[in-house]
């Protein structure tokens, strides 16, 4: 058994993860005041055609590195997707398709907006290929959805949701818990209310005050830790009852319903990011390389069609890829099974051991010859959780800032 130090190990990867792709949109009706994602206020029209260019454009110059792989997920974020039309998500779709082999069973998620929603649009974006699509509903009580700046009320959230509930096959609604002036029983009914309404998968997530937001430089006044937690586990409580798995630590899903992109970042999978400030990961035989496009979208458009829309591109050492595997697979419920971690990192599961052992003496992971997963209290406490896999070299100039409570994180559009 090799007990050698992570960092003087070798990244030997046997076989290629699964390959999933995303695209990044990045612009919204209105930049909401706790947002850290990279999106960007829509001014006047949106450059359509000239962004569908230039994401082919990244595309192909992508081509090379993803040679011969086959996409089995397709997940397009912002920003607000859906503020392009059904024609423009078509035309992007088509030059995907006729690029890189799309799995036919491929999930194709979109996010959409309860603000830039219209019925014809949902139908065009199905007729594209969409079979998924993420509703940003957030809460069904027109007062939260006012005191955390969203563009639509609660009728248009209902309405949104409703439709796109006729129109595809399926549907998640994303809802937020912790607002200001929130009370637990309101949180637990808006997920009532999505229960209710059918929406067969749910992602609950906590506000969080993120750095450089509106809101981090201006907190509102909001429920307290032990109030948040409360609703936490009131909405888990509520959705387990209603029959749907507590699957991932902000996701639910009836039976069959589990996001499969999603899951392709919490096992570790690879993905080729495209579009303004789209992160990528992609491995190799012998390393795994994550990448950064450029985030600011005119900048990224003028570079992608000079095939240079890389802003930031680095090896992962052996010493960290410990810590970006965990950070993903210990958000899941069930946790992964111990192959899984040769599989996708390249080294033996003896590279963690001693964290291993530490994480299972404080009683945050339960493990056998088999399977490592989370305990309750291990879930409760993520990010103490976390920290035993931190690498303890210093490390090289981050690709992104890590936060440990987030990881890998669908949007919320
Ligand atoms: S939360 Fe969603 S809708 Fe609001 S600014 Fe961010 S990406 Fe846009």
């Not at 309860?114 to 974006?125: H, K, L, M, V």
């Not at 409580?237 to 069959?256: I, V």
């Not at 490592?372 to 210093?394: H, K, M, V, W, Y």
Request: net charge negative; charged share 25%; glycine share 6%.
């Amino acid at each position: 058994m090799s007990r050698r130090p992570v960092e003087e190990q070798a990244v030997r990867l046997a076989e290629m993860p699964p390959l999933a792709l995303y695209i990044h949109i990045p612009w919204c009706l209105r930049k909401c005041p706790y947002c850290d994602f990279n999106s960007h206020e829509k001014r006047g029209e949106l450059p359509e055609d000239d962004y569908v260019a230039a994401l082919v454009a990244d595309l192909e110059a992508s081509l090379a590195k993803v040679w011969g792989r086959r996409i089995h997920t397709i997940f397009i974020g912002g920003g607000t997707p859906s503020l392009f039309g059904p024609e423009a998500i078509d035309r992007l779709l088509v030059a995907v398709r006729t690029r890189l082999p799309v799995d036919p069973e491929a999930e194709i998620t979109m996010e959409a907006n309860p603000g830039t929603f219209e019925a014809e649009r949902f139908r065009g974006y199905r007729a594209a290929g969409v079979n998924r699509l993420s509703v940003g509903v957030q809460s069904f009580s027109d007062a939260a959805l006012a005191a955390i700046g969203r563009v639509h009320g609660a009728d248009e959230a209902r309405r949104a949701l409703d439709h796109a509930l006729s129109v595809f096959p399926t549907v998640n609604a994303d809802l937020m818990y912790a607002l200001p002036g929130q009370s637990p029983e309101e949180a637990v009914a808006d997920v009532r209310e999505a229960v209710a309404r059918g929406v067969p998968h749910v992602s609950a997530y906590h506000l969080t005050l993120e750095p450089d937001t509106h809101f981090h430089r201006h907190p509102p006044a909001r429920p307290d830790d032990d109030t948040a937690a409360d609703m936490q586990e009131a909405i888990e409580a509520a959705l387990g009852e209603a029959g749907y798995e507590h699957y991932e630590t902000s996701a639910f899903a009836r039976p069959g319903q589990r996001a499969r992109h999603n899951l392709n970042y919490w096992t570790f999978g690879d993905y080729l990011g495209l579009g303004a400030g789209a992160h990528g990961k992609i491995s190799f035989r012998d390393r795994i390389v994550r990448e950064a496009r450029i985030r600011k979208p005119q900048g990224y458009m003028r570079a992608a069609l000079q095939a240079d829309a890389i802003d930031e591109s680095r090896e992962l050492e052996a010493a960290e890829i410990p810590f970006e595997f965990m950070l993903n697979a210990l958000r899941l419920t069930e946790g992964f099974p111990v192959a899984l971690f040769e599989r996708r990192t390249g080294l033996p599961i003896t590279a963690v051991e001693r964290e291993l052992e530490s994480a299972e003496r404080s009683g945050l992971i339960a493990r056998d010859h088999l399977r490592i997963r989370p305990t309750e209290r291990g879930r409760r406490f993520l990010n103490d959780l976390l920290q035993a896999f931190l690498p303890s070299a210093p490390r090289p100039r981050p690709l992104r800032a890590i936060s440990i409570s987030r990881a890998e994180r669908p949007s919320r559009p």
